[in-house]
């Protein structure tokens, strides 16, 4: 099947009285990559939604191959040659990757039975062909973010793709991953196949696409060949101005540790080992960031300490208090404020207002409600100030969490975690798919709080983040703390070899393990 | 086409009236096709139903039982749990509820509290075993639930041997003060009909439970973890605790239901009382959409297609009745997922 050339022409579509997409014209000539970005909720999700038949346009055509079309579902556009891989992944857990891959196409044996092996075999043919590494035998849930991605883009290209819309494929991935992700996009482009690149990165702009271009409050704010554009003209065009670098950050002393981890060993989903005798202690005022690939330990390490798995073995302080074993309801009480790295699996109820989402977790607090009160007005009334400063759109209390733009989402847990006055906060990717007004609004705020005396915990795949807000640096590799320096010591190459355990151990000297002199005795 | 949208969202809005049309045209083509009038029949039926002070008492009085029984229902369903044991819950309810007016050596209305309470914990013991099943081993309380109901038939009708006046199969009668009030004694309109105080107790529980949900600390976690039990663990809600809890009141929601038949009408418990009324509280919590305002008005419903149903029995025959019933619970299921889809897709 040749790639079709795609044309949208005057989308709109309005969700109530807010205009999403207001006369969009894009332009997807074969075999190029067309980068679509802008704020959080400029309309990049809601525009590919309509061209992938998801949702219907109120105004405006699609074109392919010079031909109106009209594709009432996503089958409808599959045919026509079109995939689309999510902002938030669509994948059954519980079923293998080559059952994934081919749901709704089995490939039948004789009787209508399905051939198992068949589609295993397939499965790993196309992998291998588009060299995009994954076990076709291996269940969703045992994956990790990078390769269900993988996965995604199989299904796509499984069902004859050749119009491949990515909506912020990079947001969730290890700079390795987005490196293997280019290459195989690539390759892609290079056989004819066009795509759709939604990002918030200017500089993967830069890097892949051909064509840019920037919605703004729904509209197109510009339209341009990258190579004839820059990366600040890109952010000009998207919020209306270049932000500022980050400010000068105050220098203080760091207090008595609100966070302390010893000998934690805490097993995976598996019961392997996931993170081994790991010790530290984060300190009032100090951001500490913990560098490592994914799939190191991060996530079942942020998991326990918020309380949601408990260790196998160590023990976790918050401010004093021993919680290592206990609820994460305890943990809460104690001082802990937590931002997954999940925001739809664990950081919201979709179906709950924004109002009582900015109270999930803090439901039980005195302060919260009246007795065994809880909700309607007073709910809403006290949640409009933090919609606003932090800028969640729309700040409409009563709105459903699911409703809102994936970036928004984020910046709605980032307003309830960041301002419950927690003594220690676990920040586990804060900065996940916000555009950049909010990360730096995000990033202004972490260190508001480090300099309000709080101790932060920083998980980031993003090394740029750790480097620009942590006081002090873990590398974990394999479940353990193999590094320890500061952003003054280091750079990005040199964490990137400790993260991969290629830092020679005679010119780097492992650290003792205590992370600091704080963190060694009285915990039992 | 805005517009167009906003009308989908209409249909979709007016879901559970559709599928009541539905059946309701459905049903006319079974009446049509034993040579009766559908429109005649129906408007003998809802005229029965609701057009004198008697027939709209037996409306009510067999409204009542689905009132608590769709309440259990709903309460479940908002915590993520599918409790199809409500019909064994009342049952059990309205056993402990004879029994406790019966033997109980307490004066007046004191003795009348505690047969409504002993309904309430007998049903809310009944729900907490599949909710402790659930939240301690993952058990599936659909499975479970139904096991109990079976458990409830039998284990009520042995013990009922050693309670059962001779030659019958009920219990002797509850003392005076345990007699629920027929409404006919303060509504003379309603004279002769059976319809007592439980029913002002359930729409009270009616608006004790929307408030539980939608106004409590408790209530946001329930839905919380109804929605998205990881989100909920997440805000520190235990979820074993949460759905055990749930199911508890589910179960005592259902249990006091038993005082209707028992303490309001019969006042006596009768093997088979419950006459399937927990099994049509889950079509009431379904085209009420699991909101309490919803199911005083779905009950109110079904209440009148079970009394208007006997009035027709003369010209249709009473399976007429079972099959609309069952066609509204079938359009109720189906109605909502096609209009939304026939909404994304058309608009
Ligand atoms: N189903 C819906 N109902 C109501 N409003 C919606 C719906 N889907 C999206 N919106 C609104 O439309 C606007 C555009 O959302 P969209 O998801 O397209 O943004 P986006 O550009 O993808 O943002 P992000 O970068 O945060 O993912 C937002 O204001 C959002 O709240
Ligand atoms: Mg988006």
């Given at each position: 099947?040749?790639?079709?050339?795609?044309?949208?022409?005057?989308?709109?579509?309005?969700?109530?009285?807010?205009?999403?997409?207001?006369?969009?014209?894009?332009?997807?000539?074969?075999?190029?990559?067309?980068?679509?970005?802008?704020?959080?909720?400029?309309?990049?999700?809601?525009?590919?939604?309509?061209?992938?038949?998801?949702?219907?346009?109120?105004?405006?055509e699609i074109v392919v191959d010079g031909r109106n079309v009209r594709f009432a579902d996503p089958q409808a556009a599959m045919r026509h040659g079109l995939g689309m891989v999510h902002q938030h992944f669509m994948l059954v857990d519980t079923l293998t990757v080559a059952e994934n891959v081919t749901l709704g196409r089995e490939t039948q044996a004789r009787f209508g039975l399905l051939a198992?092996?068949?589609?295993?075999?397939?499965?790993?043919?196309?992998?291998?062909?588009?060299?995009?590494?994954?076990?076709?035998?291996?269940?969703?849930?045992?994956?990790?973010?990078?390769?269900?991605?993988?996965?995604?883009?199989?299904?796509?290209?499984?069902?004859?793709?050749?119009?491949?819309?990515?909506?912020?494929?990079?947001?969730?991935?290890?700079?390795?991953?987005?490196?293997?992700?280019?290459?195989?996009?690539?390759?892609?482009?290079?056989?004819?196949?066009?795509?759709?690149?939604?990002?918030?990165?200017?500089?993967?702009?830069?890097?892949?696409?051909?064509?840019?271009?920037?919605?703004?409050?729904?509209?197109?704010?510009?339209?341009?060949?990258?190579?004839?554009?820059?990366?600040?003209?890109?952010?000009?065009?998207?919020?209306?101005?270049?932000?500022?670098?980050?400010?000068?950050?105050?220098?203080?002393?760091?207090?008595?540790?609100?966070?302390?981890?010893?000998?934690?060993?805490?097993?995976?989903?598996?019961?392997l080992p996931a993170v081994r005798d790991v010790s530290f202690a984060v300190r009032s005022g100090e951001i500490v960031g913990i560098a490592g690939v994914e799939g190191n330990g991060q996530h079942e390490l942020i998991e326990c300490l918020a309380g949601l798995c408990p260790p196998a073995r160590g023990a976790v302080r918050i401010a004093g208090v021993a919680v290592s074993g206990h609820?994460?309801?305890?943990?809460?009480?104690?001082?802990?404020?937590?931002?997954?790295?999940?925001?739809?699996?664990?950081?919201?109820?979709?179906?709950?207002?924004?109002?009582?989402?900015?109270?999930?977790?803090?439901?039980?607090?005195?302060?919260?409600?009246?007795?065994?009160?809880?909700?309607?007005?007073?709910?809403?009334?006290?949640?409009?100030?933090?919609?606003?400063?932090?800028?969640?759109?729309?700040?409409?209390?009563?709105?459903?969490?699911?409703?809102?733009?994936?970036?928004?989402?984020?910046?709605?847990?980032?307003?309830?975690?960041?301002?419950?006055?927690?003594?220690?906060?676990?920040?586990?990717?804060?900065?996940?798919?916000?555009?950049?007004?909010?990360?730096?609004?995000?990033?202004?705020?972490?260190?508001?709080?480090?300099?309000?005396?709080?101790?932060?915990?920083?998980?980031?795949?993003?090394?740029?983040?750790?480097?620009?807000?942590?006081?002090?640096?873990?590398?974990?590799?394999?479940?353990?703390?193999?590094?320890?320096?500061?952003?003054?010591?280091?750079?990005?190459?040199?964490?990137?070899?400790?993260?991969?355990?290629?830092?020679?151990?005679?010119?780097?000297?492992?650290?003792?393990?205590?992370?600091?002199?704080?963190?060694?005795?009285?915990?039992? | 086409?805005?517009?167009?949208?906003?009308?989908?969202?209409?249909?979709?809005?007016?879901?559970?009236?559709?599928?009541?049309?539905?059946?309701?045209?459905?049903?006319?083509?079974?009446?049509?096709?034993?040579?009766?009038?559908?429109?005649?029949?129906?408007?003998?039926?809802?005229?029965?139903?609701?057009?004198?002070?008697?027939?709209?008492?037996?409306?009510?009085?067999?409204?009542?039982?689905?009132?608590?029984?769709?309440?259990?229902?709903?309460?479940?369903?908002?915590?993520?749990?599918?409790?199809?044991?409500?019909?064994?819950?009342?049952?059990?309810?309205?056993?402990?509820?004879?029994?406790?007016?019966?033997?109980?050596?307490?004066?007046?209305?004191?003795?009348?509290?505690?047969?409504?309470?002993?309904?309430?914990?007998?049903?809310?013991?009944?729900?907490?075993?599949?909710?402790?099943?659930?939240?301690?081993?993952?058990?599936?309380?659909?499975?479970?639930?139904?096991?109990?109901?079976?458990?409830?038939?039998?284990?009520?009708?042995?013990?009922?041997?050693?309670?059962?006046?001779?030659?019958?199969?009920?219990?002797?009668?509850?003392?005076?003060?345990?007699?629920?009030?027929?409404?006919?004694?303060?509504?003379?309109?309603?004279?002769?009909?059976?319809?007592?105080?439980?029913?002002?107790?359930?729409?009270?529980?009616?608006?004790?439970?929307?408030?539980?949900?939608?106004?409590?600390?408790?209530?946001?976690?329930?839905?919380?973890?109804?929605?998205?039990?990881?989100?909920?663990?997440?805000?520190?809600?235990?979820?074993?605790?949460?759905?055990?809890?749930?199911?508890?009141?589910?179960?005592?929601?259902?249990?006091?239901?038993?005082?209707?038949?028992?303490?309001?009408?019969?006042?006596?418990?009768?093997?088979?009382?419950?006459?399937?009324?927990?099994?049509?509280?889950?079509?009431?919590?379904?085209?009420?959409?699991?909101?309490p305002s919803g199911v005083i008005v779905a009950s109110l419903f079904f209440g009148a297609l079970a009394y208007g149903g006997l009035v027709v029995n003369q010209r249709v025959p009473r399976e007429l009745v079972e099959v609309l019933m069952a066609l509204v619970i079938l359009f109720a299921i189906c109605t909502r997922p096609l209009l939304e889809r026939a909404a994304r897709r058309w608009?």
């Amino acid at each position: 099947m040749s790639t079709p050339h795609v044309t949208l022409r005057g989308i709109t579509r309005r969700f109530g009285a807010l205009v999403a997409n207001d006369r969009v014209t894009l332009e997807l000539p074969p075999g190029e990559i067309h980068a679509l970005v802008g704020e959080n909720g400029a309309g990049k999700s809601t525009l590919m939604k309509v061209l992938f038949g998801l949702l219907q346009p109120d105004e405006g055509e699609i074109v392919v191959d010079g031909r109106n079309v009209r594709f009432a579902d996503p089958q409808a556009a599959m045919r026509h040659g079109l995939g689309m891989v999510h902002q938030h992944f669509m994948l059954v857990d519980t079923l293998t990757v080559a059952e994934n891959v081919t749901l709704g196409r089995e490939t039948q044996a004789r009787f209508g039975l399905l051939a198992p092996g068949d589609a295993e075999r397939e499965v790993a043919a196309l992998a291998e062909r588009h060299r995009l590494p994954v076990d076709p035998k291996a269940r969703i849930s045992q994956l990790s973010v990078g390769a269900q991605q993988r996965v995604e883009i199989l299904k796509a290209l499984y069902r004859g793709a050749r119009v491949l819309i990515l909506d912020e494929p990079t947001a969730v991935l290890t700079p390795q991953e987005v490196d293997e992700l280019f290459a195989v996009l690539r390759a892609l482009v290079a056989e004819g196949v066009s795509i759709v690149l939604i990002t918030h990165k200017l500089a993967e702009v830069k890097a892949l696409a051909s064509r840019v271009t920037v919605l703004r409050g729904g509209k197109v704010a510009g339209s341009a060949m990258v190579a004839d554009t820059s990366i600040e003209r890109m952010a000009e065009l998207m919020v209306g101005h270049v932000p500022a670098p980050l400010t000068e950050r105050s220098h203080r002393a760091p207090g008595a540790p609100l966070l302390e981890v010893q000998g934690l060993e805490v097993r995976d989903a598996r019961h392997l080992p996931a993170v081994r005798d790991v010790s530290f202690a984060v300190r009032s005022g100090e951001i500490v960031g913990i560098a490592g690939v994914e799939g190191n330990g991060q996530h079942e390490l942020i998991e326990c300490l918020a309380g949601l798995c408990p260790p196998a073995r160590g023990a976790v302080r918050i401010a004093g208090v021993a919680v290592s074993g206990h609820s994460a309801r305890e943990h809460r009480a104690a001082g802990l404020a937590h931002i997954p790295s999940d925001r739809l699996h664990r950081g919201l109820v979709p179906d709950m207002s924004l109002a009582e989402n900015l109270v999930l977790g803090l439901q039980r607090r005195p302060d919260i409600g009246t007795g065994p009160w809880l909700g309607g007005h007073t709910l809403e009334d006290a949640s409009r100030a933090r919609l606003q400063e932090y800028d969640v759109r729309p700040p409409d209390p009563r709105a459903f969490a699911g409703r809102l733009s994936g970036g928004n989402q984020q910046k709605l847990i980032a307003a309830r975690e960041l301002t419950q006055g927690a003594k220690a906060i676990l920040a586990a990717h804060p900065t996940r798919g916000v555009d950049l007004g909010a990360i730096d609004f995000i990033h202004r705020r972490l260190l508001a709080e480090r300099d309000a005396g709080r101790a932060v915990l920083l998980v980031s795949s993003e090394l740029s983040e750790i480097l620009a807000l942590s006081d002090r640096i873990l590398v974990l590799y394999e479940g353990r703390i193999v590094h320890e320096t500061t952003p003054a010591a280091t750079d990005e190459r040199t964490l990137g070899l400790h993260m991969t355990g290629r830092a020679s151990h005679t010119d780097a000297p492992l650290p003792p393990r205590n992370g600091t002199p704080h963190a060694s005795g009285g915990l039992a | 086409m805005s517009d167009r949208r906003a009308q989908w969202q209409w249909l979709v809005a007016l879901s559970p009236l559709i599928a009541v049309a539905a059946a309701l045209a459905a049903g006319a083509v079974f009446i049509a096709a034993i040579g009766e009038k559908p429109l005649e029949i129906y408007a003998l039926l809802f005229r029965e139903a609701f057009g004198t002070g008697y027939g709209l008492g037996q409306t009510l009085f067999r409204a009542t039982p689905l009132l608590f029984t769709g309440l259990a229902v709903a309460l479940a369903f908002r915590a993520g749990l599918f409790n199809v044991g409500v019909e064994g819950q009342l049952y059990v309810g309205g056993f402990a509820a004879a029994l406790a007016g019966a033997y109980l050596p307490l004066p007046g209305p004191l003795l009348g509290v505690a047969a409504v309470l002993a309904a309430g914990l007998a049903g809310a013991a009944w729900g907490a075993i599949p909710g402790a099943l659930k939240a301690r081993f993952g058990a599936h309380e659909v499975i479970n639930t139904i096991m109990l109901n079976f458990i409830a038939f039998s284990l009520v009708s042995w013990a009922g041997r050693a309670v059962f006046l001779p030659a019958t199969v009920h219990t002797r009668d509850v003392g005076l003060g345990a007699q629920l009030p027929r409404l006919d004694t303060f509504v003379p309109a309603l004279r002769g009909a059976p319809v007592n105080v439980s029913l002002l107790l359930g729409l009270v529980l009616a608006l004790v439970v929307a408030l539980l949900l939608f106004r409590t600390r408790l209530g946001y976690e329930l839905r919380a973890v109804g929605q998205n039990a990881s989100a909920a663990e997440y805000g520190g809600v235990s979820i074993g605790h949460a759905q055990m809890l749930a199911m508890a009141l589910s179960g005592a929601l259902a249990g006091l239901g038993g005082s209707n038949f028992v303490l309001g009408y019969k006042h006596y418990f009768e093997l088979g009382f419950s006459g399937g009324a927990g099994f049509i509280g889950i079509a009431v919590a379904l085209l009420g959409r699991n909101h309490p305002s919803g199911v005083i008005v779905a009950s109110l419903f079904f209440g009148a297609l079970a009394y208007g149903g006997l009035v027709v029995n003369q010209r249709v025959p009473r399976e007429l009745v079972e099959v609309l019933m069952a066609l509204v619970i079938l359009f109720a299921i189906c109605t909502r997922p096609l209009l939304e889809r026939a909404a994304r897709r058309w608009a």
